[in-house]
């Protein structure tokens, strides 16, 4: 990921703006097992910006699954 961003940033912009959607579907509900893509959010939004001082902006948007219930009450 660091060589992405350097080689966009070599071509003349300034930052990186990443957009993720429907992140709460990689998740895993069980804290002990990351997922990958749990680390991939880790490099993009911690490690890029704050320990290697890249401009990098990651927004996400997760939705959380929700069920609908109808209750058979009339």
């Known amino acids: 990921m660091e060589n ?6 070599s071509k003349g912009y300034t930052g990186v703006l990443i957009i993720i ?3 709460s579907e ?4 069980n804290e002990e097992n ?3 893509d749990q680390d991939v959010l880790l490099v993009l939004s ?7 001082k890249l401009p990098v902006w990651t927004l996400c948007a997760g939705q959380v699954k929700l069920e ?7």
């Open 21 to 23: 959607d429907e992140l």
């Open 68 to 74: 609908s219930k109808r209750s058979n009450e009339k």
């Open 46 to 52: 911690e490690i890029l910006p704050r320990t290697k």
């Open 34 to 36: 990351v997922s990958p």
């Open 26 to 29: 990689f998740f895993s509900s």
């Open 4 to 9: 992405a961003i350097k080689a966009i940033l």
